[in-house]
């Protein structure tokens, strides 16, 4: 049984080493926490952009391609829980540039690969690397960031996020049709790794654990007998649902079911996710400017993030049976809903979970939702194979989305701190 929620969404820190560091450092660590979901997204959707030559050099099957789009989630969406109690119970600073380190290395290695196996094995690891993200991303956030700020905070990843696939597409689509796909992993690979020294000097160092630290109350049994764990881990599922159906299959659907070629491929899903990044950034920095002028966290967070999986799931809908005149501006708007949804799906996370279980809550919520990482390019790739087209695969992606805005209205509950054990009483 856990108390009722807080009232005050203001953290409570217990001396001068629990404050948030200061704002000019920690705007820094921001940047490159943005700019490594940006890294994070390049590296696993280099696959998708690829993919057309891929599946032709290796001489594979609709399903086949749709299983190694797959294999990276296989082992991030497993390690999700792991990854979240290693940033909980040590310094996220360390764990997440090791992370980094294997993440970069396996994209380089990717590069040098041949058959099919070999290719499976590298996303794979690049799975293992990428795991300790988005723990740490909460973690930090939750720790070092208060409220009013959240939004914002969360914007810049989830722009960073956005960016990814839209440089990847808009870069690495003339790279790969020009070069090949091969210098493009390895160039990746190698060039990302410049991002570590900047972090070990401006990420500061976690304080210590508060004596008073929650302990069995507040592990991941605890977390999963909230009702709003389930909502948030649904919505996650559904929001991801959408997400790796694009980063995944978007590339191949342009070229193929639509016949774009590969520098058009590269404008057109460019565009989608620069829209998806500027919305982000946009309803972000609006949802906190909401927050400061005195509407609760659950009016703001919740409604964005439902009108947004409501008017993304329509404009994907659409996009699978518009015609090639109306293709493009259906997925620009439901690359818009996106980043109005996504902004506000982690700050509502790190406010419910709190300072001392917001990597834990991060890492349930990350192991449900990237679960669709594994079906969404899978049930694609077999639909492909059985119909020959997309309409389906756009369809029950809409209906999972949906699913989504259900579960923010009635699954999940007042965006406030869980009260995880009882502050002692002061005599």
Same mark, same amino acid.
């Given at each position: 049984?856990?108390?009722?929620?807080?009232?005050?969404?203001?953290?409570?820190?217990?001396?001068?080493?629990?404050?948030? %560091?200061?704002?000019?450092?920690?705007?820094?660590?921001?940047?490159?926490?943005?700019?490594?979901?940006?890294?994070?997204?390049i590296d696993r959707s280099n696959l998708s952009i690829a993919a057309p030559l891929?599946? &032709?050099?290796?001489?594979?099957?609709?399903?086949?391609?749709?299983?190694?789009?797959?294999?990276?989630?296989?082992?991030?969406?497993? =390690?999700?829980?792991?990854?979240?109690?290693?940033?909980?119970?040590? &310094?996220?600073?360390?764990?997440?540039?090791? @992370?980094?380190?294997?993440?970069?290395?396996?994209?380089?290695?990717? @590069?040098?690969?041949?058959?099919?196996?070999?290719?499976?094995?590298?996303?794979?690891? =690049?799975g293992i690397g990428e795991s300790v993200a988005f723990?740490?991303? +909460?973690?930090?956030?939750?720790?070092?960031?208060?409220?009013?700020?959240?939004?914002?905070?969360?914007?810049?990843?989830? !722009?960073?996020?956005?960016? @990814?696939?839209?440089?990847?597409?808009?870069? +690495?689509?003339?790279?790969?049709?020009?070069?090949?796909?091969?210098?493009?992993?390895?160039?990746?690979?190698?060039?990302?790794?410049?991002?570590?020294?900047? $972090?070990? #000097? $401006?990420?500061?160092?976690?304080?210590?654990?508060?004596?008073?630290?929650?302990?069995?109350?507040?592990?991941?049994?605890? *977390?999963?007998?909230?009702?709003?764990?389930?909502?948030?881990?649904?919505?996650?599922?559904?929001?991801?649902?959408?997400?790796?159906?694009?980063?995944?299959?978007?590339?191949?659907?342009? !070229?193929?079911?639509?016949?774009?070629?590969?520098?058009?491929? #590269?404008?057109?899903?460019?565009?989608?996710?620069? =829209?998806?990044?500027?919305?982000?950034?946009?309803?972000?920095?609006?949802?906190?400017? $909401?927050?400061?002028?005195?509407?609760?966290?659950?009016?703001?967070?919740?409604?964005?993030?439902?009108?947004?999986?409501?008017?993304?799931?329509?404009?994907? #809908?659409?996009?699978?049976? %518009?015609? &090639?005149?109306?293709?493009?501006?259906? =997925?620009?708007?439901?690359?818009?809903?996106?980043?109005?949804?996504?902004?506000? *799906?982690?700050?509502?996370?790190?406010?419910?979970?709190?300072?001392?279980?917001?990597?834990?809550?991060?890492?349930?919520?990350?192991?449900? +939702?990237?679960?669709?990482?594994?079906?969404?390019?899978?049930?694609?790739?077999?639909?492909?194979?059985?119909? +020959?087209?997309?309409?389906?695969?756009?369809?029950?992606?809409?209906?999972?989305?949906?699913?989504?805005?259900?579960?923010?209205?009635?699954?999940? @509950?007042?965006?406030?701190? *869980?009260?995880?054990?009882?502050?002692?009483?002061?005599?």
């Amino acid at each position: 049984m856990t108390t009722p929620p807080r009232e005050s969404v203001t953290p409570r820190w217990t001396d001068a080493q629990d404050r948030p %560091a200061n704002d000019l450092r920690m705007n820094r660590v921001l940047f490159l926490l943005g700019l490594s979901v940006l890294i994070n997204y390049i590296d696993r959707s280099n696959l998708s952009i690829a993919a057309p030559l891929i599946k &032709d050099e290796l001489n594979i099957s609709g399903a086949q391609l749709g299983t190694l789009l797959a294999g990276f989630f296989y082992t991030y969406a497993l =390690l999700q829980i792991p990854a979240g109690w290693l940033v909980d119970r040590f &310094d996220a600073k360390w764990v997440f540039g090791l @992370g980094f380190f294997i993440w970069s290395a396996s994209t380089a290695v990717t @590069g040098l690969l041949h058959g099919f196996v070999a290719l499976l094995i590298a996303r794979v690891v =690049l799975g293992i690397g990428e795991s300790v993200a988005f723990p740490a991303y +909460g973690k930090i956030i939750g720790t070092h960031f208060q409220e009013s700020r959240r939004g914002f905070a969360n914007a810049v990843v989830i !722009t960073g996020l956005a960016l @990814g696939p839209a440089l990847g597409m808009l870069i +690495g689509g003339n790279v790969v049709d020009r070069f090949g796909w091969r210098p493009f992993f390895l160039v990746l690979g190698m060039a990302a790794l410049l991002w570590l020294p900047p $972090w070990w #000097a $401006w990420m500061p160092r976690s304080s210590p654990r508060p004596k008073r630290a929650p302990k069995a109350s507040a592990g991941v049994l605890a *977390i999963v007998k909230q009702r709003s764990a389930w909502g948030t881990c649904l919505c996650q599922f559904s929001f991801n649902y959408a997400s790796y159906f694009l980063v995944t299959w978007l590339p191949f659907y342009l !070229t193929r079911g639509r016949h774009l070629s590969m520098s058009q491929m #590269a404008r057109v899903g460019g565009l989608v996710y620069l =829209l998806f990044a500027a919305s982000a950034a946009i309803f972000g920095k609006l949802s906190d400017r $909401w927050v400061i002028a005195g509407a609760s966290p659950t009016t703001v967070r919740k409604s964005l993030a439902t009108a947004g999986n409501v008017g993304m799931g329509a404009f994907l #809908a659409l996009s699978g049976i %518009a015609p &090639d005149g109306l293709l493009v501006p259906t =997925l620009a708007l439901a690359g818009t809903f996106m980043g109005m949804s996504s902004c506000n *799906i982690w700050a509502m996370t790190q406010t419910l979970a709190g300072r001392e279980v917001v990597g834990r809550w991060t890492g349930v919520q990350n192991f449900v +939702g990237n679960f669709a990482g594994i079906v969404a390019p899978t049930l694609t790739g077999f639909l492909l194979d059985r119909t +020959g087209h997309f309409y389906w695969a756009f369809f029950i992606t809409t209906a999972v989305v949906w699913l989504g805005a259900i579960s923010w209205v009635f699954i999940v @509950g007042p965006i406030k701190p *869980i009260e995880w054990t009882p502050y002692p009483k002061v005599a």
